[in-house]
């Protein structure tokens, strides 16, 4: 576990699922050339670039404390659900996430909010657990907290394709059924520490969460960005970008806003520890460890 970051009476704690080299940068990025990622090589690896070219990323949570409330930013990607198009995550049957959240001192019972940046299937996975053959919420006293458009675009998708997003059927849709789901604008302000982002791009309606206060806070960032080399080159679209364009222009937006700024940069994909601050580099930007 990376250790905890103290933001006056809030805290927030990363808690890990899986961490390793999960894809060919290659695949990933469908922009990038063989040239461009060889020349970028030498500051990628060994952190976030494995010898065979493939990319080092960490599939986390991050659980933030407050005086008031217990909140679990996302929610990795959950055991016993198949996951044909990603063997790596299907069916998985791992006590790592459950034990990690333990090490934060909490467990299911005590998450007020799980707020869902978007909803891809390495985010929502543990939103529910198999009791009795069902699918039901995890945690069972919270309150799920989606963006509307974000919702409202995957469930028409499930339902034009539902073996094409197994996730939205058995992790996003027993939330609603359940009347857990909190459903808000991607701007929502959740108190005057803790307001989302809109940071779309990567999915219709992906939000990032800013916790704290200027001078110390932090930005949860999601998936607008995965690896470094999308600050080296804000444009790099990865392959399951819903607008690549879009992203690359959010990218740039939200780094020209923090990289002077002492904000923390938490990186759900980032290799632990995923805290860093961005700094300009050349006509990108470059992540410091905090």
């Known amino acids: 576990m990376s250790a905890p970051i103290a933001l006056n009476d809030i805290t927030i704690h990363p808690v890990i699922e899986q961490e390793g080299p999960f894809f060919d940068a290659l695949e990933f990025f469908p922009a990038l050339t063989r040239e461009v990622l060889e020349e970028n090589r030498s500051w990628l690896a060994p952190a976030c670039l494995d010898a065979n070219g493939r990319l080092m990323l960490c599939v986390q949570s991050f659980v933030i404390k407050t005086p008031h409330h217990n ?34 001192g909490l467990g299911v019972d005590d998450i007020d909010y799980v707020m869902c940046t978007h909803l891809h299937v390495d985010h929502v996975g543990w939103n529910t657990r198999l009791e009795n053959g069902r699918w039901v919420p995890t945690f069972p006293n919270a309150r799920y907290v989606m963006a509307d458009r974000e919702l409202t675009h995957w469930t028409q998708r499930e339902k034009e394709d539902p073996a094409g997003v197994p996730w939205i059927t058995d992790s996003v849709l027993p939330i609603v059924a359940a009347n857990r789901a909190q459903v808000v604008k991607s701007d929502f302000v959740f108190n005057e520490d803790i307001h989302f982002l809109p940071t779309p791009g990567h999915t219709i309606d992906h939000y990032s969460v800013l916790v704290g206060r200027p001078g110390r806070d932090a930005l949860i960032a999601g998936d607008m960005i995965h690896s470094p080399i999308q600050g080296r080159i804000p444009e790099l679209g990865m392959r399951s970008d819903y607008d690549s364009k879009q992203a690359g222009q959010t990218r740039r937006q939200v780094f020209d806003r923090f990289c002077e700024a002492d904000t923390l940069m938490c990186v759900t994909h980032f290799p632990s520890p995923s805290t860093s601050r961005v700094r300009r580099w050349g006509d990108g930007y470059k992540f410091v460890l905090a």
């Open 71 to 104: 909140i679990l930013i996302d929610s990795c990607v959950g055991n016993y659900k198949p996951r044909p198009a990603r063997p790596f995550w299907s069916m998985l049957n791992s006590d790592r996430f459950e034990k990690n959240l333990a090490a934060t």
